[in-house]
T-cell receptor
Framework: NAGVMQNPRHLVRRRGQEARLRCSPMKGHSHVYWYRQLPEEGLKFMVYLQKENIIDESGMPKERFSAEFPKEGPSILRIQQVVRGDSAAYFC?????????????FGSGTRLTVV | RKEVEQDPGPFNVPEGATVAFNCTYSNSASQSFFWYRQDCRKEPKLLMSVYSSGNEDGRFTAQLNRASQYISLLIRDSKLSDSATYLCVVIGPAGNKLTFGGGTRVLVKP
């Protein structure tokens, strides 16, 4: 019974390249949340998705960032033209039901380093 | 004002001692409250939910004060393995996302 799977665990990109971060929720979970954690800071909400729908993207930067959760396959967080300030840990969480917060399970995260 | 605020610490705690710290939240309509634990460079893990009546799980006790809009966590008989960052987490009235505090770092020393 696999948990939330994120890959890659570590990602290095040069400035200007694209970064794609993947998150496979737990089996039976249809809600996915992305969070970003900058060094020495707390986790900041980015986006909440259900299958094929973005429910809340209030935490997403206006440019270069996008997220999707297709009918088949993992949720993808895409960062275009990365800059040094994008270096952070990106965590994905999933839940079976948005009204049951105890069901939030986090993946191990993807650590993005922009050089 | 931040939605969820915590003293960043660190709280240096002798092994076996008791430590307590609070977290304040700004939205009085917040629905649910939790403490998560995060070890260095790892994902946050749920430590315990916080209920209005207060709740205890082993050496950990959580309290909620809705009137003053804060929650607390108390750790008794601290162990070296309790060293971590403790994250206060709130679910707002919309009920669709966790909002994290910046974390309180606890260092338990022999």
């Amino acid at each position: 019974n696999a948990g939330v799977m994120q890959n890659p665990r570590h990602l290095v990109r040069r400035r200007g390249q694209e970064a794609r971060l993947r998150c496979s929720p737990m089996k039976g979970h249809s809600h996915v949340y992305w969070y970003r954690q900058l060094p020495e800071e707390g986790l900041k909400f980015m986006v909440y998705l259900q299958k094929e729908n973005i429910i809340d993207e209030s935490g997403m930067p206006k440019e270069r960032f996008s997220a999707e959760f297709p009918k088949e396959g993992p949720s993808i967080l895409r960062i275009q033209q990365v800059v040094r300030g994008d270096s952070a840990a990106y965590f994905c969480a999933s839940s079976p039901d948005r009204t049951k917060p105890d069901g939030y399970t986090f993946g191990s995260g993807t650590r993005l380093t922009v050089v | 004002r931040k939605e969820v605020e915590q003293d960043p610490g660190p709280f240096n705690v002798p092994e076996g001692a008791t430590v307590a710290f609070n977290c304040t939240y700004s939205n009085s309509a917040s629905q649910s409250f939790f403490w998560y634990r995060q070890d260095c460079r790892k994902e946050p893990k749920l430590l315990m939910s916080v209920y209005s009546s207060g709740n205890e799980d082993g050496r950990f006790t959580a309290q909620l004060n809705r009137a003053s809009q804060y929650i607390s966590l108390l750790i008794r008989d601290s162990k070296l393995s309790d060293s971590a960052t403790y994250l206060c987490v709130v679910i707002g009235p919309a009920g669709n996302k966790l909002t994290f505090g910046g974390g309180t770092r606890v260092l338990v020393k022999p």
